[in-house]
Nanobody, 122 residues
Framework: QVQLTDFGGGLVQPGDSLRLSCDASGRTSTNNVMGWFRQAPGKDREFVAAIARSDGNTHYRDSVKGRFAISGNGRATFLQMNMLKPEDTGLYLC?????????????????WGQGTQVTVSS
């Protein structure tokens, strides 16, 4: 079992930055892919970024490329978010997958944090 605790969200203005953190405990050696997802009210959960622990390869959704950066390992994972936009608003959730192949599908991630709210508004 793996427990994930994500934090670092807040209310910011457009153009501001935030750094989200995700602490993992338990059987973290099986966290082969760490991801961040977000969910806005009334919308489906969507992939934001992921990092593979084996080689450090990263993946991003197109709308955040060049603005967001994921880093970390299977125990601590971070999401640096710069130049935030109102459309980035949502509940951000850290997730861990034991599979070794990257995927953006939420169903492939076995463990989830409780989420941290990010609100971008002027």
């Amino acid at each position: 079992q793996v427990q994930l605790t994500d934090f670092g969200g807040g209310l910011v203005q457009p153009g501001d930055s935030l750094r989200l953190s995700c602490d993992a405990s338990g059987r973290t050696s099986t966290n082969n892919v760490m991801g961040w997802f977000r969910q806005a009210p009334g919308k489906d959960r969507e992939f934001v970024a992921a990092i593979a622990r084996s080689d450090g390869n990263t993946h991003y959704r197109d709308s955040v490329k060049g603005r967001f950066a994921i880093s970390g390992n299977g125990r601590a994972t971070f999401l640096q978010m710069n130049m935030l936009k109102p459309e980035d608003t949502g509940l951000y959730l850290c997730a861990a997958a034991t599979g070794r192949i990257f995927t953006s599908s939420p169903s492939a991630y076995e463990y989830w944090g409780q989420g941290t709210q990010v609100t971008v508004s002027s």
